[in-house]
């Protein structure tokens, strides 16, 4: 059984917080995503729970009448709970050391075995064609994953949204953006 599993950046948001709804272009850019998708076959559809995920997600799920699936982690990596003024040199050093872990946060490592975990699962059922709706930061450490050069560069040039497709071939996962 062939698998395949398109991970995607939510489109524009206002804001970080889980909460913050998608912008105008945002909800067009959903729309389009749709539409991109139109002609892919798709058996399940599994989002962070903040709601910029969701709203992402919503136009293709309601076309295909594909149940959201809400997954805790998911969610975008928290990289501090105290504010840093330095907050992209501190996650680029996330990226060179991955069990480097800032003051109330998660490591990189730490990020990535959520997601992962995600993937692997999702890997597992019966479904041939999953869209996982992520967040930057931990889809960059999920690519990173299985493409071990994948950095803190490669983060910085994502867009929103951003399209990938993880596929298996002899038992190895291979990433490739869309």
């Not at 919503?58 to 009448?65: A, Q, W, Y």
């Not at 399209?163 to 996962?173: D, H």
Request: aromatic share 8%; charged share 30%; with cysteine.
């Amino acid at each position: 059984m062939s698998k395949t599993i398109y991970i995607i950046r939510h489109c524009e948001a206002k804001g970080q917080p889980p909460e913050s709804p998608l912008t105008e272009k945002g909800f067009k850019q959903a729309q389009e995503l749709a539409s991109y998708f139109s002609n892919t076959p798709i058996d399940r559809i599994i989002s962070s729970p903040f709601l910029r995920a969701i709203q992402t997600i919503e136009p293709l799920g309601k076309e295909r009448d594909i149940k959201i699936e809400k997954d805790d982690r998911l969610a975008e990596r928290i990289l501090s709970s105290v504010d840093l003024p330095d907050w992209l040199e501190k996650l680029e050093a996330t990226y060179e050391d991955l069990d480097l872990k800032l003051e109330g946060g998660e490591s990189s490592r730490e990020a990535m075995d959520r997601i992962v975990q995600v993937v692997e699962e999702a890997n597992e059922t019966e479904a041939e064609n999953i869209i996982i709706v992520t967040h930057g930061n931990i889809m960059s450490l999920l690519i990173r994953n299985y493409q071990p050069s994948f950095g803190f560069a490669d983060w910085k040039n994502l867009g929103n949204p951003a399209v990938y497709r993880l596929s298996w071939v002899e038992g190895t996962g291979t990433v490739a953006r869309k």
